[in-house]
């Protein structure tokens, strides 16, 4: 069932959803809630209201949500469910900029809602908007009485990422929200902490007894992340253009998957201890001098190529990218994580749009044996063990090791023993979202970000971003779409005589 306590119920509450008309919303939002309705997560007093800049009825509106479930939810019983939906629905449009008309009728609608529905004037207010718009709309908000927890009543904010450009804007951000806002009423989502592997990580490593001991500097040699894309920028090259790879994936997305690998075991599984842990992990790890970025990071922008048998443009030619972008859609790092545990384990991580294939996963490179007693294996045939954790697609665990070459002479070959979600769980339908939206409305905030994260996040990556804004790449485009990335990221292990594991 999604992966949500089951004991747990929702408290009657109403969503209100700020750029309800876009895509986020249609592509996540709306099939998250549905699935959540389907599992029976969503409370029978609960509403919707949709706030966007178009001028739209309620009615209107329900008319695209039906359509946008039908294109992007895996229905089970269309009309019942979708009607469901439709009949707590509503909708208010306007200019966010205006500071009086827009949030008085949403004070309204709200007010109606609640009072016709019975709902009590529980709210979560979900950011879909543009960063740069965050402060100003939850100010706007809270100074039309809509932010405050009162009468045992709770008010609470979602926010998309990303949650600022660089450390400054990041710190000014967390600062100018709380302002008007407690640290317990901002959600600070990251989508990758509601995937089922991702959370599975914390289980496999403190749930089971026998990897634990070996999971440190004494056995691991190294750590490698990758989170690899064949899909191009997809229409959202105006914002592709002013992020890039790096900001975009890395401190948030992929740092969730280095701190949730690296971290100590948490007093317990609650919202503060495991952040405690979490944040530690960004603490060690060690910020770049320029020097090192020359050395340890790795940008790369696509040229034109083929994946899956079509040829695919540059990403210069992309719709709404500049024709000389120097923006890089493609980065890696060699990470130190400099506590008592990792001390000389690099964590290698990488991510890139346009690679060869669709592919998330961490994989623990476990050291040599100490002493080869079989001789008669060649050593390229010498078996090293891994564990492979693949968080998309085919979800599941590989532990990679030597087994005997059956026949008269001891030789020795690599084989791999499986686990694969789907062959043992029933397959759910889930867009990563379900278990944050049910975390926010049970007031659980475990699996979101809080402000020491996303700064200690930023305070590693903003180095980095400032070399590489300072020095313009000089062979962009360095890989060709479909495959693996640049040349550079290839002898960044390397040269430690390393390797990356690609999909098959
Ligand atoms: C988003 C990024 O946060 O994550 C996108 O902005 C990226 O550029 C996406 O494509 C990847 O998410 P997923 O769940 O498809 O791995």
Same mark, same amino acid.
């Given at each position: 069932?999604?992966?949500?306590?089951?004991?747990?119920?929702?408290?009657?509450?109403?969503?209100?959803?700020?750029?309800?008309?876009?895509?986020?919303?249609?592509?996540?939002?709306?099939?998250?809630?549905?699935?959540?309705?389907?599992?029976?997560?969503?409370?029978?007093?609960?509403?919707?209201?949709?706030?966007?800049?178009?001028?739209?009825?309620?009615?209107?509106?329900?008319?695209?949500?039906?359509?946008?479930?039908?294109?992007?939810?895996?229905?089970?019983?269309?009309?019942?469910?979708?009607?469901?939906?439709?009949?707590?629905?509503?909708?208010?449009?306007?200019? +966010?900029?205006?500071? =009086?008309?827009?949030?008085? !009728? /949403?004070? #309204?609608?709200?007010?109606?809602?609640?009072?016709? @529905?019975? *709902?009590?004037?529980?709210?979560?207010?979900?950011?879909?908007?543009?960063?740069?718009?965050?402060?100003?709309?939850?100010?706007?908000?809270?100074?039309?009485?809509?932010?405050?927890?009162?009468?045992?009543?709770?008010?609470? +904010?979602?926010?998309? =990422?990303?949650?600022?450009? !660089? /450390?400054? #804007?990041?710190?000014?951000?967390?600062?100018?929200? @709380?302002? *008007?806002?407690?640290?317990?009423?901002?959600?600070?989502?990251?989508?990758?902490?509601?995937?089922?592997?991702?959370?599975?990580?914390?289980?496999?490593?403190?749930?089971?007894?026998?990897?634990?001991?070996?999971?440190?500097?004494?056995?691991?040699?190294?750590?490698?992340?990758?989170?690899?894309?064949?899909?191009?920028?997809?229409?959202?090259?105006?914002?592709?253009?002013?992020?890039?790879?790096?900001?975009?994936?890395?401190?948030?997305?992929?740092?969730?998957?280095?701190?949730?690998?690296?971290?100590?075991?948490?007093?317990?599984?609650?919202?503060?201890?495991?952040?405690?842990?979490?944040?530690?992990?960004?603490?060690?790890?060690?910020?770049?001098?320029?020097?090192?970025?020359?050395?340890?990071?790795?940008?790369?922008?696509?040229?034109?190529?083929?994946?899956?048998?079509?040829?695919?443009?540059?990403?210069?030619?992309?719709?709404?990218?500049?024709?000389?972008?120097?923006?890089?859609?493609?980065?890696?790092?060699?990470?130190?994580?400099?506590?008592?545990?990792?001390?000389?384990?690099?964590?290698?991580?990488?991510?890139?749009?346009?690679?060869?294939?669709?592919?998330?996963?961490?994989?623990?490179?476990?050291?040599?044996?100490?002493?080869?007693?079989?001789?008669?294996?060649?050593?390229?045939?010498?078996?090293?063990?891994?564990?492979?954790?693949?968080?998309?697609?085919?979800?599941?665990?590989?532990?990679?090791?030597?087994?005997?070459?059956?026949?008269?002479?001891?030789?020795?070959?690599?084989?791999?023993?499986?686990?694969?979600?789907?062959?043992?769980?029933?397959?759910?339908?889930?867009?990563?979202?379900?278990?944050?939206?049910?975390?926010?409305?049970?007031?659980?905030?475990?699996?979101?970000?809080?402000?020491?994260?996303?700064?200690?996040?930023?305070?590693?990556?903003?180095?980095?971003?400032?070399?590489?804004?300072?020095?313009?790449?000089?062979?962009?485009?360095?890989?060709?779409?479909?495959?693996?990335?640049?040349?550079?990221?290839?002898?960044?292990?390397?040269?430690?005589?390393?390797?990356?594991?690609?999909?098959?």
């Amino acid at each position: 069932m999604n992966g949500m306590p089951e004991s747990k119920q929702a408290d009657p509450c109403v969503m209100v959803i700020f750029g309800a008309t876009g895509d986020l919303t249609k592509r996540k939002l709306f099939p998250a809630l549905y699935n959540l309705a389907i599992d029976g997560h969503i409370p029978e007093t609960f509403a919707i209201v949709g706030v966007g800049r178009q001028e739209l009825s309620s009615e209107e509106f329900r008319g695209q949500m039906a359509e946008n479930l039908k294109q992007f939810a895996e229905l089970e019983n269309s009309s019942n469910d979708i009607s469901w939906f439709c009949e707590r629905t509503f909708y208010t449009g306007g200019d +966010f900029d205006d500071d =009086k008309k827009l949030f008085s !009728d /949403l004070k #309204s609608l709200l007010s109606e809602v609640t009072a016709s @529905l019975r *709902i009590p004037e529980n709210y979560f207010f979900y950011l879909a908007i543009p960063p740069a718009l965050f402060a100003d709309v939850a100010r706007k908000v809270v100074k039309n009485g809509l932010g405050r927890q009162e009468n045992g009543n709770w008010r609470r +904010f979602i926010f998309e =990422k990303p949650f600022g450009r !660089d /450390l400054q #804007s990041a710190r000014k951000l967390n600062a100018n929200l @709380l302002k *008007i806002l407690k640290e317990n009423q901002i959600y600070r989502i990251d989508h990758y902490l509601g995937k089922e592997t991702v959370q599975n990580l914390l289980v496999f490593r403190f749930g089971n007894s026998i990897f634990e001991p070996i999971w440190n500097r004494n056995y691991v040699d190294h750590v490698q992340i990758t989170v690899a894309e064949e899909l191009g920028v997809e229409g959202r090259g105006g914002y592709y253009d002013s992020a890039g790879a790096l900001r975009d994936m890395v401190p948030n997305h992929l740092f969730q998957l280095v701190t949730l690998t690296a971290m100590e075991p948490p007093v317990s599984f609650q919202a503060h201890p495991v952040r405690d842990e979490q944040v530690k992990i960004l603490h060690a790890m060690k910020c770049f001098t320029p020097e090192e970025v020359e050395r340890s990071a790795v940008r790369g922008q696509y040229g034109a190529g083929r994946i899956d048998g079509r040829s695919v443009p540059a990403y210069r030619g992309e719709e709404s990218v500049s024709p000389d972008s120097n923006t890089e859609t493609f980065a890696a790092l060699a990470l130190s994580i400099d506590n008592w545990r990792w001390a000389d384990v690099p964590f290698y991580i990488r991510t890139g749009k346009r690679l060869g294939a669709k592919h998330s996963s961490i994989v623990i490179q476990f050291k040599k044996a100490p002493f080869v007693l079989f001789r008669n294996t060649p050593i390229d045939r010498l078996t090293t063990n891994r564990l492979e954790l693949h968080i998309q697609p085919d979800e599941g665990i590989t532990l990679h090791f030597g087994a005997k070459i059956p026949g008269p002479i001891v030789k020795m070959g690599p084989v791999d023993m499986d686990f694969n979600y789907v062959d043992h769980f029933e397959e759910q339908m889930t867009t990563g979202y379900e278990r944050l939206l049910f975390d926010c409305m049970l007031g659980d905030a475990t699996l979101f970000q809080r402000a020491d994260m996303v700064e200690a996040s930023w305070a590693v990556v903003s180095p980095i971003l400032d070399v590489w804004a300072d020095q313009p790449p000089e062979d962009f485009p360095n890989y060709s779409a479909g495959s693996w990335g640049p040349a550079k990221a290839d002898d960044l292990l390397a040269r430690e005589g390393r390797k990356w594991k690609n999909s098959d």
